[in-house]
């Protein structure tokens, strides 16, 4: 079984579990008016009038029962993601964490900042913010709600003790559960089993009323027996649904962590990095953590954190059984040999790879891709200054520096005026580094800016974010580099101060077909030109959309596109998802991922509010070894 398998497998286990949790919620509404059933039954009997059909059955008592429950459920779940409001950055600061900035890093807090930089790249991720927590044992975990506001924390073990190759395996297992969407489903599972358990709760209030209520003098008996009863019925009834849900979670989170590994084997092509850090952990006598919050965060960590009665991770050993018997797919060679990653979106050029009489693998241009960008495509002074709030600023302004000299003197005046002499001076400097960057660097250097802008007061973004504005207007135009760089920011930055709310959508994408068509011929012609045409008819065939040729080339400005976006915002959810994976397969046709069909597809995913699919898994099934075009 290769790792596609793997990760098919994995899925296929969790949607079965995900519709018996669901089933399990309906439970406890039939197992609350079984009861009352057979109440109604025995009072039937008693009636000297003729018994109904079926005299356990009331639909009315039946609606409110139901009504009643879910009233409960849904107020324990949202007191529960109002307790988990803070996002990732709360739960790692929580477990003592700190935020990891590069400057003053030591020398393997800066190894495993390089580490998270590359598979950023490799995964066409956004760089998260790193957390260390000061605790020996060997350990990670990606929290928050969205990827958005999601961040990875390690511990000092795992920072000091494990390898290039063992790290580099575990934060690629910590991004697939990013990519996956792992953390919204860990936190939906949760507040529904909260939910539940107040039922018991409620239950067991009821009981403790029962017994401060002072004794009936009625010859018909003691009040108090009939409220025991109805508080005993509530606390079995939510205790016995908590506990299948907490079975169920705890199922559904080892699958997602066998998804994450396979995942990760995908990443870095080099199963065996990750497969050795959980022997090494497999090889310690205690790996606990010390924190007593870790306990109720066990199912973040990358293996388990606290005793617990129920595991909420698969046995180390047959992680590792997976991880070894997973074969790694064979490279095509490519024609385009030695092409590397461009534009944080990842995808494979590399040969055939031999294994060595090991059975070593060799690791995918992926993240070699990475390497050779973060080590020679970008100049040191320009990658420290990505890594710095100031600097960074500078470095996004400059990604919308204009090449007309009149421009460029408005440009350079209203940076002054807004951020003052400094920051002319910074862009005087990091000015040559830009001039020089190629189209294929530009995404991958606005992803890298991300953690620094983040680390900004609120008064000191809206003063860059003003800025800039005026600098994007300076020279009368927007170009396609500029219109993703606001969607990026608004996503990255600006939804961590809270500037941006999700907007609730019940659209479904026939009715949005026109403008899902008018997006997807966009991205048809920002590939190849030649296979506009192709390109369109796989992303509508996706979307279940009729086949039609694409909207004409003059059709398709960013304005109109803007539009487009503005209705498909309205989509579901789920048919936000839908149109993003459709918008993958469209750039990912002819096997190649062009500077323009990234940028394009960046800003669409994050207008959406939708992680950008890997570009690994749609470029290497449909063409193993595609080569990314690297054109400037």
């Given at each position: 079984?290769?790792?596609?398998?793997h990760?098919?497998?994995?899925?296929r286990?969790?949607?079965?579990?995900?519709?018996?949790?669901?089933?399990?919620?309906?439970?406890?509404?039939?197992?609350?008016?079984?009861?009352l059933?057979?109440?109604?039954?025995?009072?039937?009997?008693?009636?000297?009038?003729?018994?109904?059909?079926?005299?356990?059955?009331?639909?009315?008592?039946?609606?409110?029962?139901?009504?009643?429950?879910?009233?409960?459920?849904?107020?324990?779940?949202?007191?529960?993601?109002?307790?988990?409001?803070?996002?990732?950055?709360a739960?790692?600061?929580?477990?003592?964490?700190?935020?990891?900035?590069?400057?003053?890093?030591?020398?393997?807090?800066?190894?495993?900042?390089d580490?998270?930089?590359?598979?950023?790249?490799?995964?066409?991720?956004?760089?998260?913010?790193?957390?260390?927590?000061?605790?020996?044992?060997?350990?990670?975990?990606?929290?928050?709600?969205?990827?958005?506001?999601?961040?990875?924390?390690?511990?000092?073990?795992?920072?000091?003790?494990?390898?290039?190759?063992?790290?580099?395996g575990?934060?690629?297992?910590e991004?697939?559960?990013?990519?996956?969407?792992?953390?919204r489903?860990?936190?939906?599972?949760?507040?529904?089993?909260a939910?539940?358990?107040?039922?018991?709760?409620?239950?067991?209030?009821?009981?403790?009323?029962?017994?401060?209520?002072?004794a009936?003098?009625?010859?018909?008996?003691?009040?108090?027996?009939?409220?025991?009863?109805?508080?005993?019925?509530?606390?079995?009834?939510?205790?016995?649904?908590?506990?299948?849900?907490?079975?169920?979670?705890?199922a559904?989170?080892?699958?997602?962590?066998?998804?994450?590994?396979?995942?990760a084997?995908?990443?870095?092509?080099?199963?065996?990095?990750?497969?050795?850090?959980?022997?090494?952990i497999?090889?310690?006598?205690?790996?606990?953590?010390?924190?007593?919050?870790?306990?109720g965060?066990?199912?973040?960590?990358?293996?388990?954190?606290?005793r617990?009665?129920?595991?909420?991770?698969?046995?180390?050993?047959?992680?590792?059984?997976?991880?070894?018997?997973?074969?790694?797919?064979?490279?095509?060679?490519?024609?385009?040999?030695?092409?590397?990653?461009?534009?944080?979106a990842a995808?494979?050029?590399?040969?055939?790879?031999?294994?060595?009489?090991?059975?070593?693998?060799?690791?995918?241009?992926?993240?070699e891709?990475?390497?050779?960008?973060?080590?020679?495509?970008?100049?040191?002074?320009?990658?420290?200054?990505?890594?710095?709030?100031?600097?960074a600023?500078?470095?996004?302004?400059?990604?919308?520096?204009?090449?007309?000299?009149?421009?460029?003197?408005?440009?350079?005046?209203?940076?002054?005026?807004?951020?003052?002499p400094?920051?002319?001076?910074?862009?005087?400097?990091?000015?040559?580094?830009?001039?020089?960057?190629?189209?294929?660097?530009?995404?991958?250097?606005?992803?890298?800016?991300?953690?620094?802008?983040?680390?900004?007061?609120?008064?000191?973004?809206?003063?860059?974010?003003?800025?800039?504005?005026?600098?994007?207007?300076?020279?009368?135009?927007?170009?396609?580099?500029?219109w993703?760089?606001?969607?990026?920011?608004?996503?990255?930055v600006?939804?961590?101060?809270?500037?941006?709310?999700?907007?609730?959508g019940?659209?479904?994408?026939?009715?949005?077909?026109?403008?899902?068509?008018?997006?997807?011929?966009?991205?048809?012609?920002?590939?190849?030109?030649?296979?506009?045409?192709?390109?369109?008819?796989?992303?509508?065939?996706?979307?279940?959309?009729?086949?039609q040729?694409?909207?004409p080339?003059?059709?398709?400005?960013?304005?109109?596109?803007?539009?487009?976006?503005?209705?498909?915002?309205?989509?579901?959810?789920t048919?936000?998802?839908?149109?993003?994976?459709?918008?993958a397969?469209?750039?990912?046709?002819?096997?190649?991922?062009?500077?323009?069909?990234?940028?394009?597809?960046?800003?669409?995913?994050?207008?959406?509010?939708?992680?950008?699919?890997?570009?690994?898994?749609?470029?290497?099934?449909?063409?193993?070894?595609?080569?990314?075009?690297?054109r400037?």
């Open positions: 079984m290769n790792f596609f398998d990760q098919d497998a994995a899925k286990g969790t949607r079965r579990l995900v519709v018996l949790f669901t089933l399990s919620l309906l439970g406890v509404i039939a197992m609350l008016y079984l009861p059933a057979v109440v109604m039954a025995s009072e039937a009997d008693k009636s000297p009038y003729a018994p109904s059909a079926a005299p356990w059955w009331n639909p009315g008592v039946f609606a409110a029962v139901a009504l009643g429950s879910t009233v409960i459920i849904l107020l324990g779940a949202g007191a529960k993601r109002l307790q988990l409001s803070g996002g990732g950055k739960v790692a600061e929580s477990l003592g964490g700190r935020w990891l900035q590069p400057a003053g890093a030591s020398p393997a807090e800066r190894r495993l900042l580490v998270v930089e590359e598979m950023s790249i490799a995964s066409g991720m956004p760089v998260p913010p790193v957390y260390v927590i000061e605790d020996a044992s060997i350990n990670a975990f990606a929290a928050g709600h969205t990827p958005k506001d999601a961040v990875l924390g390690f511990t000092r073990g795992a920072i000091d003790q494990l390898t290039r190759d063992e790290l580099q575990v934060v690629a297992h991004f697939s559960h990013v990519a996956h969407g792992d953390m489903l860990n936190l939906r599972l949760a507040c529904a089993v939910g539940v358990m107040v039922i018991a709760l409620i239950g067991r209030g009821v009981l403790h009323a029962a017994a401060r209520m002072p009936s003098r009625s010859r018909k008996g003691d009040g108090r027996a009939g409220v025991a009863v109805i508080g005993l019925v509530l606390l079995v009834v939510g205790g016995l649904g908590a506990l299948f849900g907490r079975l169920l979670q705890a559904v989170s080892r699958q997602r962590e066998f998804l994450a590994d396979a995942s084997a995908q990443y870095t092509r080099n199963p065996a990095g990750l497969a050795s850090a959980l022997r090494r497999a090889g310690l006598h205690d790996n606990r953590m010390e924190s007593d919050a870790a306990s965060l066990n199912h973040f960590f990358f293996t388990s954190a606290a617990a009665w129920l595991a909420s991770h698969p046995p180390i050993e047959e992680r590792i059984r997976r991880l070894e018997g997973a074969a790694v797919a064979p490279v095509a060679r490519s024609s385009r040999d030695g092409a590397n990653l461009p534009t944080g995808g494979l050029a590399s040969a055939d790879p031999t294994p060595s009489a090991q059975g070593a693998v060799i690791p995918g241009r992926a993240v891709s990475a390497r050779q960008i973060l080590r020679h495509d970008l100049p040191r002074k320009l990658l420290a200054a990505c890594q710095e709030p100031f600097d600023q500078a470095v996004v302004l400059l990604l919308a520096w204009s090449t007309h000299e009149d421009a460029r003197e408005a440009q350079r005046q209203a940076v002054r005026s807004g951020l003052g400094a920051m002319t001076s910074t862009l005087t400097r990091l000015h040559p580094a830009m001039k020089e960057l190629g189209e294929s660097l530009q995404l991958v250097v606005l992803d890298l800016c991300m953690p620094a802008l983040q680390q900004l007061s609120l008064p000191q973004y809206q003063a860059f974010r003003s800025t800039l504005a005026e600098v994007i207007r300076a020279d009368g135009r927007v170009t396609l580099l500029e993703t760089l606001r969607s990026v920011l608004g996503r990255r600006e939804g961590r101060f809270g500037a941006l709310r999700d907007r609730p019940s659209a479904s994408v026939a009715s949005r077909a026109r403008d899902a068509w008018l997006l997807l011929s966009a991205l048809a012609h920002a590939g190849a030109p030649a296979r506009a045409t192709t390109a369109l008819a796989r992303g509508l065939s996706n979307l279940e959309l009729p086949d040729p694409p909207a080339l003059a059709s398709c400005s960013l304005d109109a596109v803007d539009a487009a976006l503005e209705g498909l915002a309205r989509l579901s959810e048919g936000r998802h839908r149109l993003v994976e459709a918008a397969e469209v750039v990912s046709e002819d096997g190649q991922l062009h500077p323009r069909e990234a940028l394009l597809l960046r800003a669409v995913a994050d207008r959406l509010d939708v992680l950008m699919p890997s570009m690994v898994e749609l470029l290497e099934r449909d063409a193993p070894g595609a080569a990314l075009d690297r400037r």
